[in-house]
């Protein structure tokens, strides 16, 4: 598909990120949008924490912009910043995606964690009725998390490496999920027990590259691992899967199968599906 030139007639869409050379969503979703003629071209912004605030005014005002994606860090910090929120942003806690609406108003979503069951189910994993060792209690580990607990999981372990923030997730969704067995547990934790293995730690690329929060050796036969992180593809959490031959399912799954719902809830593809009816942000 020969790409859309960019003209006057264009709209934009912008992603919100620091640092912003590891974003993939260019090359992933603007070849989406080109082979359904839609004439949207994406934006990588390079936006520090303290800017973020200027930057998110300044994005109301531009009149030819869809909306923006947000990534780390500011998937909590945008939460303040806008105008509604969709009940998985609230139940999160975070945002991943804004629409820009006539007239500068801002609505926030989050379809981390849908995207995720999603990236799963596509590899053929159910998550029904199975029990899950979960790495990581940050904003893309908290999304993951509730929808684990709502596509049915018997069983949810939180490891990460500041214990109280993985005490703080299990709170909150055993709170929203009185029924569900939740518990934070220390790391390096133990797979034993456990149907799946999941990394959502940003441990996997840059500095932390090689840092494993399971205890490898405990990955046993017939154990799936999936992780969250795009780049690199195979990640320690992989490497160590790979090695035991067992079914990994990588952080791209979960980044494709996020597209579907970001287009709809944009408008520019059919109508917003249920889950991202959006409610009043009360303040
Ligand atoms: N595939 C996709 O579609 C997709 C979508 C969204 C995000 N992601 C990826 O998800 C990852 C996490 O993003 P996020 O937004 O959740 O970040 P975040 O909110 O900053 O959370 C980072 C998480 O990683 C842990 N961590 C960071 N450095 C570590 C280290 N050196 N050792 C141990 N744990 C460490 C943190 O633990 P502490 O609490 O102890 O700091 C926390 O649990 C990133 O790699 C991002 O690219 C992928």
Same mark, same amino acid.
């Given at each position: 598909?020969?790409?859309?030139?960019?003209?006057?007639?264009?709209?934009?869409?912008?992603?919100?990120?620091?640092?912003?050379?590891?974003?993939?969503?260019?090359?992933?979703?603007?070849?989406?949008?080109?082979?359904?003629?839609?004439?949207?071209?994406?934006?990588?912004?390079?936006?520090?924490?303290?800017?973020?605030?200027?930057?998110?005014?300044?994005?109301?005002?531009?009149?030819?912009?869809?909306?923006?994606?947000?990534?780390?860090?500011?998937?909590?910090?945008?939460?303040?910043?806008?105008?509604?929120?969709?009940?998985?942003?609230?139940?999160?806690?975070?945002?991943?995606?804004?629409?820009?609406?006539?007239?500068?108003?801002?609505?926030?979503?989050?379809?981390?964690?849908?995207?995720?069951?999603?990236?799963?189910?596509?590899?053929?994993?159910?998550?029904?009725?199975?029990?899950?060792?979960?790495?990581?209690?940050?904003?893309?580990?908290?999304?993951?998390?509730?929808?684990?607990?709502?596509?049915?999981?018997?069983?949810?372990?939180?490891?990460?490496?500041?214990?109280?923030?993985?005490?703080?997730?299990?709170?909150?969704?055993?709170?929203?999920?009185?029924?569900?067995?939740?518990?934070?547990?220390?790391?390096?934790?133990?797979?034993?027990?456990?149907?799946?293995?999941?990394?959502?730690?940003? *441990?996997?690329? +840059? #500095? &932390?590259?090689?840092?494993?929060?399971? !205890?490898?050796? %405990?990955?046993?036969?017939?154990? /799936? =691992?999936?992780?969250?992180?795009?780049?690199?593809?195979?990640?320690?959490?992989?490497?160590?899967?790979?090695?035991?031959?067992?079914?990994?399912?990588?952080?791209?799954?979960?980044?494709? *199968?996020?597209? +579907? #719902? &970001?287009?709809?809830?944009?408008?520019? !593809?059919?109508? %917003?599906?249920?889950?991202?009816? /959006? =409610?009043?942000?009360?303040?």
């Amino acid at each position: 598909v020969s790409p859309i030139p960019v003209t006057g007639r264009t709209r934009f869409y912008a992603q919100l990120a620091d640092p912003v050379a590891s974003v993939k969503l260019p090359e992933i979703l603007q070849p989406v949008l080109d082979a359904r003629g839609l004439d949207v071209a994406i934006v990588p912004m390079h936006v520090a924490p303290d800017g973020l605030g200027e930057v998110v005014t300044a994005l109301r005002l531009w009149q030819n912009l869809v909306g923006f994606g947000v990534t780390m860090p500011h998937k909590e910090a945008v939460l303040g910043l806008l105008d509604e929120l969709t009940e998985s942003a609230r139940m999160v806690g975070s945002v991943n995606l804004v629409r820009r609406e006539p007239g500068g108003r801002l609505v926030g979503t989050n379809v981390d964690g849908s995207g995720f069951v999603a990236g799963l189910h596509g590899h053929g994993h159910s998550l029904r009725g199975r029990s899950v060792l979960l790495l990581g209690a940050g904003g893309t580990a908290r999304a993951v998390a509730f929808a684990l607990a709502g596509a049915g999981v018997a069983r949810l372990d939180i490891a990460n490496r500041t214990a109280a923030r993985a005490r703080s997730l299990a709170q909150a969704v055993a709170a929203r999920f009185p029924g569900l067995a939740v518990t934070a547990v220390p790391v390096v934790a133990t797979a034993v027990g456990h149907d799946i293995v999941i990394n959502a730690t940003a *441990a996997g690329h +840059g #500095a &932390a590259r090689g840092i494993l929060l399971v !205890d490898p050796d %405990t990955l046993h036969p017939g154990t /799936v =691992t999936a992780d969250v992180t795009v780049e690199p593809v195979v990640t320690p959490l992989l490497a160590a899967a790979s090695r035991r031959g067992l079914p990994s399912v990588p952080g791209a799954a979960m980044l494709h *199968a996020q597209l +579907g #719902a &970001a287009l709809a809830f944009m408008r520019l !593809d059919g109508p %917003t599906s249920p889950d991202l009816v /959006v =409610t009043p942000l009360c303040q």
